[in-house]
């Protein structure tokens, strides 16, 4: 259902590609988040700098979450839209 309302409408094409790449490129600074941020963690824990390790620690677990969610957003949404749906049909 929510494929044939999407696709009534005009501009939905250039919408879905730039939502697709938006995804993508912020999976793929999560990814650079994650990775900057563990170096912080060793640096810090390598050096006795408990300020620096407890950042990059914090930085991994939040860059983490965040590539999760970007991940799983689709799915995400069109759970949320199925739910709406039913919830209308009186289901």
């Known amino acids: 259902m929510a494929n044939l309302l999407a696709q009534s409408l005009p501009g939905t094409n250039i919408l879905e ?8 490129w912020g999976v793929v ?8 941020s563990a170096l912080l963690w060793a640096l810090g824990a390598g ?4 300020q ?3 950042r990059g620690k914090r930085g ?10 970007i991940g799983a957003a689709p799915v995400l949404v069109q759970w949320a839209f199925d739910l709406g749906q039913s919830a209308s049909a009186g289901g």
Request: aromatic share 4%; glycine share 12%; net charge negative.
């Open 17 to 24: 590609g730039l939502g697709t790449g938006l995804q993508s």
């Open 52 to 54: 620096q390790a407890t």
């Open 60 to 69: 991994v677990l939040y860059a983490l979450i965040a590539v999760a969610l």
């Open 29 to 36: 600074v999560g990814v650079i988040a994650v990775v900057v």
């Open 47 to 50: 050096s006795d700098n408990a």
